[in-house]
T-cell receptor, first 114, second 114 residues
Framework: EPEVTQTPSHQVTQMGQEVILRCVPISNHLYFYWYRQILGQKVEFLVSFYNNEISEKSEIFDDQFSVERPDGSNFTLKIRSTKLEDSAMYFC????????????FGSGTQLSVL | AQSVTQPDIHITVSEGASLELRCNYSYGATPYLFWYVQSPGQGLQLLLKYFSGDTLVQGIKGFEAEFKRSQSSFNLRKPSVHWSDAAEYFCAVGGQTGANNLFFGTGTRLTVIP
């Protein structure tokens, strides 16, 4: 089965630093997503991206967050100035089509903000 | 508001025993329903999904789930559990109209004992 790959698997950063989480979606997919899971809590939707723009975002996805598809293969999530509460597992996902379509998830990046 | 409740945080079953994982959802419109599984160090893998039609849905790895609109439930079942089924299981709901994001439950951790 095709895979979504995420790097790094674990990122440690100091509070206030910028981090970029990287994802390579499945090559023929058109919809891209970021979700996160704080330890012991639900997997939460952050943002969806289609046709080179954000299609939906949650309340979590404030001005500190941004997404980009810089080169047609990578899909990145940037946190401009990390806070302690940003510590979580971040999952990238992609799908071939939109609503209701199967989402393929990566194995996640564990972000630890110290 | 959309939400998913998985009332069982942790379930332990013996290998070969039957399994039922509970999921209740709240969604104002016609839902899409999903079950995902996460093995340690892995991403979220889709087990099955319900869109419409037959309320008993078959998935991969011998799993099935039944959509019961009257109970707002989408419980996951397997007649005979294998040791390799030990993982975290997530129920999720998405909308057939409106936003394309999924709402996840908090997950149920399954332990299988020999």
């Amino acid at each position: 089965e095709p895979e979504v790959t995420q790097t790094p698997s674990h990122q440690v950063t100091q509070m206030g630093q910028e981090v970029i989480l990287r994802c390579v979606p499945i090559s023929n997919h058109l919809y891209f997503y970021w979700y996160r899971q704080i330890l012991g809590q639900k997997v939460e939707f952050l943002v969806s991206f289609y046709n080179n723009e954000i299609s939906e975002k949650s309340e979590i996805f404030d001005d500190q967050f941004s997404v980009e598809r810089p080169d047609g293969s990578n899909f990145t999530l940037k946190i401009r100035s990390t806070k302690l509460e940003d510590s979580a597992m971040y999952f990238c996902a992609s799908s071939a089509r939109g609503k209701g379509e199967k989402l393929f998830f990566g194995s996640g990046t564990q972000l630890s903000v110290l | 508001a959309q939400s998913v409740t998985q009332p069982d945080i942790h379930i332990t079953v013996s290998e070969g025993a039957s399994l039922e994982l509970r999921c209740n959802y709240s969604y104002g419109a016609t839902p899409y329903l999903f079950w995902y599984v996460q093995s340690p160090g892995q991403g979220l893998q889709l087990l099955l999904k319900y869109f419409s039609g037959d309320t008993l849905v078959q998935g991969i790895k011998g799993f099935e789930a039944e959509f019961k609109r009257s109970q707002s439930s989408f419980n996951l079942r397997k007649p005979s559990v294998h040791w390799s089924d030990a993982a975290e299981y997530f129920c999720a709901v998405g909308g057939q109209t409106g936003a394309n994001n999924l709402f996840f439950g908090t997950g149920t951790r399954l332990t299988v004992i020999p």
